[in-house]
């Protein structure tokens, strides 16, 4: 069974532009999670997607934002970039039905804005 | 918001020996479970392990083994036996059904193994 996938693996950006960043979960996951991570402050939790609506959100500002479709597939949209943005971007799915299940993590998206 | 706190940002452990990373938690709820996830320098979250509250007995998975304390809110990973390759940010993680299912996260202690 494929993992989960994520891309772009690498970008680079500029302050003010916007970016999107692709997560397709483990088939037949249908919640997935966003969390930012960079070394000062772990991971925190941007937002999690069940069956293509918002189920949890964490304090992101609205310049953070995402959707998931009918195949489960999720993207997350940055707009105004700032340099505080730059980080890794890290995708978790799982079942989603029950709260024993564990997240499976794709490799992340490495964001770095000049 | 439920916290989880480790308290080691680093630890290192000599090939062969054993190391225990702290990780504790707060929380008022009595159902919940409790993870452990390593990310090696390849940056993927692997799952080490995973603790229901209403068990008493220790999670184990073959080297891994953990504390868990509920009364004390504590949940500590012994790695047994230590290997290169468990070289890696150790993450502790939270999760209930009554904060929404989503995970909350440790900052991580960072394992160093030495040869």
């Known amino acids: 069974k494929a993992g989960v996938t994520q891309t772009p693996r690498y970008l680079i950006k500029t302050r003010g532009q916007q970016v999107t960043l692709s997560c397709s979960p483990i088939?037949?996951?249908?919640?997935v999670s966003w969390y930012q991570q960079t070394p000062g402050q772990g991971l925190q939790f941007l937002f999690e997607?069940?069956?293509?609506?918002?189920?949890n959100k964490g304090n992101f500002p609205g310049r953070f934002s995402g959707r998931q479709f009918s195949n489960s597939r999720s993207e997350m949209n940055v707009s105004t970039l700032e340099l505080g943005d730059s980080a890794l971007y890290l995708c978790?799915?799982?079942?989603?039905?029950?709260?024993?299940?564990?997240?499976?993590f794709g490799d992340g998206t490495r964001l770095s804005i000049l | 918001a439920q916290t989880v706190t480790q308290s080691q940002p680093e630890m290192s452990v000599q090939e062969a020996e054993t190391v225990t990373l702290s990780c504790t938690y707060d929380?008022?709820?009595?159902?919940?479970?409790l993870f452990w996830y390593k990310q090696p320098p390849s940056r993927q979250m692997i799952l080490v392990i995973r603790?229901?509250?209403?068990?008493?007995q220790n999670a184990t998975e073959n080297r891994f083994s953990v504390n868990f304390q509920k009364a004390a809110k504590s949940f500590s990973l012994k790695i047994s036996d230590s290997q290169l390759g468990d070289a890696a940010m150790y993450f502790c993680?939270?999760?209930?059904?009554?904060?929404?299912?989503?995970?909350?996260f440790g900052t991580g202690t960072s394992l160093t193994v030495i040869p």
């Open positions: 603790q229901e509250a209403y068990k008493q």
């Open positions: 978790a799915s799982s079942l989603g039905d029950s709260f024993n299940q564990p997240q499976h």
């Open positions: 929380t008022s709820e009595s159902d919940y479970y």
């Open positions: 088939s037949g996951h249908r919640s």
């Open positions: 997607y069940f069956s293509e609506t918002q189920r």
């Open positions: 993680a939270y999760r209930s059904p009554n904060t929404g299912n989503q995970f909350y």
